[in-house]
């Protein structure tokens, strides 16, 4: 399966850090395909397990698979076809339309009224999150 396939099949199973890993990969796929685990990681402030529990994510057994998918898709010059857009495109409005009917009042409130908020992340993009809620 090419490397954009395993995103857009699996991109609902994808959280934020997941999604700025990807970003960081899909701009940078030359760069990235001759990176280590850790120089992933390190250009992503992300933990290695991080970019690790990503590749399983997407549907690969290791990070090793991983590279090997992209760089057969560089090597192929993989294109998007019209269907694989039309899928991304729906899946985004479907995202855009639940936001629109979520009502986060509730939770804010609770957020607003409480005295105390315990924030856990485990890598550097939750450590800046939960910074930023402070």
């Known amino acids: 399966m090419k490397l954009e396939e395993k995103i857009v ?8 850090t997941d999604k700025h890993i990807w970003s960081y990969i899909n701009n940078n796929k030359v760069k990235v395909s001759n990176m280590t685990i850790n120089d992933l990681a390190a250009n992503t402030n992300v933990s290695r397990t991080t970019i690790s529990r990503f590749v399983t994510k ?8 991983f ?11 993989e294109f998007m076809t019209n269907s694989e857009y039309e899928d991304i495109c729906n899946s985004l409005i479907k ?3 639940q936001q629109k009917n979520t009502d986060y009042t509730p939770m804010c409130e609770l957020i607003y009224n409480t005295e105390l908020i315990f924030v856990y992340g485990t890598g550097n993009v939750q450590k800046t999150v939960a910074k930023e809620l402070k």
Do not use: A, M, P, Q
Request: charged share 25%; hydrophobic share 25%.
């Open 9 to 16: 099949s699996n991109f609902s199973r994808l959280n934020t």
């Open 58 to 65: 997407i549907g690969c057994s290791g990070y090793s698979e």
């Open 67 to 77: 590279k090997f998918v992209l760089k057969d898709s560089i090597e192929s010059k």
């Open 95 to 97: 995202y855009i339309e």
